[in-house]
T-cell receptor
Framework: AQKITQTQPGMFVQEKEAVTLDCTYD???????LFWYKQPSSGEMIFLIY??????QNATEGRYSLNFQKARKSANLVISASQLGDSAMYFC??????????????FGKGTHLIIQP | GAGVSQSPSNKVTEKGKDVELRCDPI?????LYWYRQSLGQGLEFLIY????????KSGLPSDRFSAERTGGSVSTLTIQRTQQEDSAVYLC??????????????FGPGTRLTVT
């Protein structure tokens, strides 16, 4: 079974600082993918970044980067130069490999990030 | 282009009644997923449709829950004899490619179901 652990239920960060949101995972599937989603108070789930288990380089998307440490089963999200609009819930999620039997995403409990001016 | 749409946005129903929730995925997306988000359980996968293949129903919590996808497009999630523990936000997502691939899932705005 797949499991995602996010150990930070809430975080307060000063505007313009960088922030790291922790995510560890557990799976026996050699092929898997890791996603980060943002959920503002309005409720929509917004895709941020994706990392495949065989990707050699850490994924980056604008101000978002994923610190992927495969041996430690860690996939932390780093947001550089945080902005007030970054305040939201952030979810780490995992998908299995093709035919792996785990068709849906497995989500962590989320981290509530609040950016302070 | 249009994103994933869901209706209704809010539904209040009495315990024991049946409800139907609708999802209209992004045009051309072959994969469709239903999830449930509640305070106690977080985000849970319910069911997955890929093209015309038999759906993966492994996440459905009980036989009161069922879903269908007509013509490979619109999907309806039906909850029979609703219980108070069914109160949650039901999220639909679609993706361009099948499960187990790198294609991200695009989520709809959700249907907030309240069972009184």
């Amino acid at each position: 079974a797949q499991k995602i652990t996010q150990t930070q239920p809430g975080m307060f960060v000063q505007e313009k600082e960088a922030v790291t949101l922790d995510c560890t995972y557990d799976t026996s599937d050699p092929s898997y993918g890791l996603f980060w989603y943002k959920q503002p108070s309005s409720g929509e789930m917004i895709f941020l970044i994706y990392q495949g288990s065989y990707d050699q380089q850490n994924a980056t998307e604008g101000r978002y980067s994923l610190n992927f440490q495969k041996a430690r089963k860690s996939a932390n999200l780093v947001i550089s130069a945080s902005q007030l609009g970054d305040s939201a819930m952030y979810f780490c999620a995992m998908r299995g490999g093709p035919g792996g039997g785990a068709d849906g995403l497995t989500f962590g409990k989320g981290t509530h990030l609040i950016i302070q001016p | 282009g249009a994103g994933v749409s869901q209706s209704p946005s809010n539904k209040v129903t009495e315990k024991g009644k049946d409800v139907e929730l609708r999802c209209d995925p992004i045009s051309g997306h072959t994969a469709l997923y239903w999830y449930r988000q509640s305070l106690g359980q977080g985000l849970e996968f319910l069911i997955y449709f890929q093209g015309n293949s038999a759906p993966d129903k492994s996440g459905l919590p009980s036989d009161r829950f069922s879903a269908e996808r007509t013509g490979g497009s619109v999907s309806t999630l039906t909850i029979q004899r609703t219980q108070q523990e069914d109160s949650a936000v039901y999220l639909c997502a679609s993706s361009l490619g099948p499960a187990g691939t790198a294609y991200e899932q695009y989520f709809g705005p959700g249907t907030r179901l309240t069972v009184t």
